[in-house]
């Protein structure tokens, strides 16, 4: 099995070099021609950066090649009569053929037309994508020299960031200054211990809790028979940050019959609270009802009395002979019935 490695087209490296902005520069630019370009890139070669490889054939496409060779050698004689005989045919295809396009209209020209450039542009994304996924057996080449054209160069450079490279050295120096514990100062000694001490604590604490929690919900469960699940510090032993590991503190899960039982209890009491603020209304609208009329009643008495005793006895009269099933009552006597 080999490496992967990174490589890239001489021509292409060469291309984007005189696309540069360093070829751009009004004075003293570095590439001016191609030939400039291919020296700069010999130079980079042999300064170890790439190096020339390759390409080796596969033995697949060997085997391909030498069964194309053989069917062709083979098949020659039959391809010269198939040859004529489709001659025969193709002419009867292309009068048919002429005959439907004569028939064609210019929309379906049209449409032809666009589905051929749709077709081609697919064909083009398609070979693009398998230039970009094809991978190439690579082999280093005897000449080492940097050539314009279709060579393949592998890069060899592979710098380390200097961000790795600092962190590296910190452990040096940590690792450095852990074997010198003993030469620290007496007062450095006893805060780095007590300083490792808290932190062996806290990783106790956190170890305990994590087993506590478990011993509790299996105790709370057996007690209500499955029907309560209780969680301390649900988010202890989750992957989440530093401080949402402890929050919530607590929780509390009832089982579904429960749950459902809850509910259907909620929506009673709302249903009866409902129920009664309507009977609340209906009193209080027809309280109202009955004070209003009764303070038109007292207007009526004050203000438009009666002027004379005949009239009244007229009035009564009148209703009588009318026949209703009602008396007409004066506010006194309400006031002495409610009194009463």
Known sequence: MGMTVKCFIASDAVDKLLDSKWAKMKEESLFTTRSSCVKYCDRLLHKGLFHRAAKVERKKEQRKKKAKDEEEDTGADEEKDKKAKKKGKKEKQTEKEDEKKKTKTKEEKKEDREKEVEKKEEDKKESEKKKKERKLKLQMHDDQFFLDGDEVFVWIYDPTPMSSFILGLLVVLGAIGVCLFPLWPPEVRIGVYYVSLT?????????????????????????????????????????????????????????????????????????????????????????????????????????????????????????????NDFEVISTEDVQNGDQS
């Open 199 to 323: 932190a062996a604590s806290f990783i106790g604490v956190i170890l305990v809790l994590a087993v506590v929690k478990y011993i509790l919900f299996g105790f709370v469960w057996l007690l209500t028979f499955s029907k309560c699940s209780f969680w301390l510090l649900p988010n202890l032993t989750e992957d989440v940050g530093f401080l949402d590991s402890f929050r919530p503190i607590y929780t509390i899960e009832f089982s579904t019959s429960k749950a459902k039982e809850k509910q259907k209890e909620k929506a009673e009491k709302n249903t009866s609270k409902e129920k009664e603020e309507k009977i609340l209304k209906s009193e209080t609208e027809t309280v109202d009802t009955i004070t209003a009329e009764t303070e038109s009643e007292k207007s009526k008495g004050e203000g438009g009395g009666y002027k004379n005793g005949e009239d009244q006895e007229s009035e009564t009269g009148s209703e009588q002979s009318k026949g």
